[in-house]
């Protein structure tokens, strides 16, 4: 058995991906993996080969699992959809907000540039003023994401109605910080919607903006083959 591994597939491809799991490994038998968060959908396959498939949806959205009969055409293509997502990507370097549609469009986004120093060896005073500049300029930073995170999405919002899902991206306490501001007051049901973290990302540009929407897009599989 190999290491299980990680692809991401656009919904849009799910069908052939599956089909061509089966006729490389086997018949395939589905089961719900509620021990996984977010729950997924297990598929073993007659040759030990299996894979776990993750979208925004419960598993139980497709009744008879994404490759029996209640989950072909319309279901599969439904639990596969992502909903209209909320895109935070902020690092030190620069920041990218965005909503997209379900079909991966950015209706309303914002990408920019903002400095933060990076951290110094100097000790003594010279260190705690340079400590006391960059956490100012990182405070800076969060403010101007805050204000277009919340001014996108408003715009988000007019086109598309509620968003369903976020995304995360970049440097993990500066996004959560940015998140926490904007799902403030009547924003607050932002913390409560599912959410996914794309830590790796590198500076955002619009091309990154671009590749977080694919990614948060798709569907997460784990794979291992016998």
């Known amino acids: 058995m190999s290491t299980p591994s990680r692809v991401e597939v656009a919904p849009e491809r799910l069908a052939g991906w599956l089909g061509r799991f089966a006729s490389a490994h086997g018949d395939v038998s589905w089961s719900v993996d509620r021990e996984t968060s977010p729950s997924s959908w297990l598929a073993a396959a007659a040759d030990g080969s299996w894979a776990r498939l993750s979208t925004w949806r419960d598993p139980e959205d497709v009744p008879a699992g994404p490759g029996g009969q209640g989950g072909q055409g319309e279901a599969l293509g439904e639990w596969a959809a992502p909903p209209a997502l909320l895109l935070v990507l902020v690092r030190r370097g620069g920041y990218a ?4 549609s379900p ?13 933060v120093q990076s951290r110094t060896a100097a000790g003594g005073w ?3 003023r340079f400590a006391r500049r960059r956490a100012n300029q990182a405070d800076a930073l969060v403010e101007a994401v805050v204000g277009h995170a919340s001014r996108v999405l408003e715009e988000g919002r007019a086109v598309l109605g509620e968003v369903g899902g976020l995304v995360l991206g970049g440097d993990r306490a500066l996004s959560a910080e940015v998140l926490d501001a904007v799902a403030s007051g009547p924003r607050s049901r932002l913390h409560a919607i599912p959410r996914r973290e794309l830590p790796d990302l590198p500076d955002p540009r619009r091309a990154v903006l671009d590749e977080a929407v694919r990614r948060g897009r798709a569907v997460r599989v784990t794979v ?3």
Not at 97 to 100: E, F, M, T, Y
Not at 103 to 115: C, I, N, Q
């Open 103 to 115: 079909a991966g469009e950015l209706v309303a986004h914002k990408v920019g540039t903002r400095h």
């Open 224 to 226: 291992s083959n016998a």
């Open 97 to 100: 907000v965005g909503v997209a």
């Open 126 to 128: 010279s260190q705690q």
